[in-house]
C-alpha cells in the first residue's frame, strides 16, 4: 500500500472519529437540556428539545453512509476495519440516547405541573449522572483512552442504585397523594429513560474499548 492510500485512508477515519465526536456532543448537549427543561418545566424549551433530535438522526445517517463507504472502497483489516464499524454502531447508541431526551421533553409537555422540588432534585441528580457518564465515554472515544471507556464500563450500577432510588421516592409519591397518580407516572417514565441513556454509555464503553484495544469487555457488573 503507498503512502498515499495510506494517508488517504487515515483521513477518511479520521474524518469518520470527528463526526462521532461530534454527535456525542450533541447528544450530551440534548440530554442536558432535557434535564433543564424537566427541573425548571419549561414547555416552549421542551418542545425546542424534541425539535432538536432531527439533527442527531442525520448525524447518524450521514456517519453511517461514510462508513459503509470507507468499507466498500478501503476494503479494511483489523483496526482500519474495527474504527468504521464501530462508528457506526457508536452513532446508533448516540441516536437512541437522544431520542431518550426527545422523550423525557415529551414528558415535560404532558405534565399537569411542576414536579415537587425534592423530585426534581433528586430525578435531576439522576439526569445528572446518566449525562456524565455519557459525556465521559465520548471523550474516551475522542482521546482513544480505553482506560477511560473502562472506567466508563464499571460504573453502570452507579446509575442503576440510583434509579432504584428514584423509583422507591415516586412510588412513596403515588401513595401519600392519589391525585398525582397522572404527573408521577410522567417521572417514572422520565427517571426510567435517564437510566437507559446511562445504559447506551456503558454500551459505547463497551465499544470504544474494542475499537481501541480489539479485546470484549465481558459480564458487565449489576446489582
Same mark, same amino acid.
Given at each position: 500500500?503507498?503512502?498515499?492510500?495510506?494517508?488517504?485512508?487515515?483521513? %477518511?477515519?479520521?474524518?469518520?472519529?470527528?463526526?462521532?465526536?461530534?454527535?456525542?456532543?450533541?447528544?450530551?448537549?440534548?440530554?442536558?437540556?432535557?434535564?433543564?427543561?424537566?427541573?425548571?418545566?419549561?414547555?416552549?424549551?421542551?418542545?425546542?428539545?424534541?425539535?432538536?433530535?432531527?439533527?442527531?438522526?442525520?448525524? %447518524?445517517?450521514?456517519?453511517?453512509?461514510?462508513?459503509?463507504?470507507?468499507?466498500?472502497?478501503?476494503?479494511?483489516?483489523?483496526?482500519?476495519?474495527?474504527?468504521?464499524?464501530?462508528?457506526?454502531?457508536?452513532?446508533?447508541?448516540?441516536?437512541?440516547?437522544?431520542?431518550?431526551?426527545?422523550?423525557?421533553?415529551?414528558?415535560?409537555?404532558?405534565?399537569?405541573?411542576?414536579?415537587?422540588?425534592?423530585?426534581?432534585?433528586?430525578?435531576?441528580?439522576?439526569?445528572?449522572?446518566?449525562?456524565?457518564?455519557?459525556?465521559?465515554?465520548?471523550?474516551?472515544?475522542?482521546?482513544?483512552?480505553?482506560?477511560?471507556?473502562?472506567?466508563?464500563?464499571?460504573?453502570?450500577?452507579?446509575?442503576?442504585?440510583?434509579?432504584?432510588?428514584?423509583?422507591?421516592?415516586?412510588?412513596?409519591?403515588?401513595?401519600?397523594?392519589?391525585?398525582?397518580?397522572?404527573?408521577?407516572?410522567?417521572?417514572?417514565?422520565?427517571?426510567?429513560?435517564?437510566?437507559?441513556?446511562?445504559?447506551?454509555?456503558?454500551?459505547?464503553?463497551?465499544?470504544?474499548?474494542?475499537?481501541?484495544?480489539?479485546?470484549?469487555?465481558?459480564?458487565?457488573?449489576?446489582?
Amino acid at each position: 500500500m503507498d503512502q498515499h492510500t495510506i494517508t488517504a485512508i487515515d483521513a %477518511d477515519l479520521d474524518g469518520l472519529s470527528h463526526a462521532v465526536a461530534a454527535m456525542g456532543d450533541l447528544a450530551v448537549a440534548q440530554v442536558k437540556a432535557a434535564i433543564d427543561v424537566f427541573v425548571r418545566y419549561d414547555l416552549a424549551d421542551a418542545a425546542k428539545v424534541v425539535r432538536g433530535d432531527d439533527a442527531l438522526d442525520l448525524q %447518524d445517517a450521514e456517519i453511517e453512509r461514510n462508513a459503509v463507504r470507507f468499507i466498500a472502497l478501503r476494503q479494511p483489516v483489523a483496526d482500519d476495519l474495527r474504527r468504521p464499524i464501530a462508528a457506526m454502531k457508536i452513532a446508533m447508541q448516540l441516536e437512541r440516547a437522544g431520542d431518550l431526551a426527545k422523550n423525557i421533553a415529551k414528558r415535560v409537555g404532558r405534565m399537569e405541573a411542576a414536579a415537587s422540588e425534592a423530585q426534581a432534585a433528586s430525578i435531576a441528580e439522576l439526569g445528572r449522572m446518566a449525562a456524565d457518564r455519557l459525556a465521559a465515554v465520548v471523550n474516551a472515544f475522542r482521546e482513544r483512552n480505553a482506560q477511560g471507556a473502562y472506567t466508563v464500563w464499571l460504573k453502570d450500577t452507579e446509575i442503576d442504585e440510583r434509579h432504584d432510588g428514584v423509583l422507591r421516592e415516586i412510588v412513596a409519591g403515588m401513595v401519600s397523594e392519589p391525585s398525582s397518580v397522572s404527573d408521577s407516572t410522567h417521572l417514572l417514565f422520565i427517571a426510567k429513560n435517564l437510566e437507559r441513556i446511562g445504559d447506551h454509555a456503558t454500551n459505547i464503553a463497551e465499544l470504544v474499548h474494542y475499537q481501541i484495544t480489539g479485546q470484549d469487555l465481558e459480564d458487565r457488573p449489576k446489582l
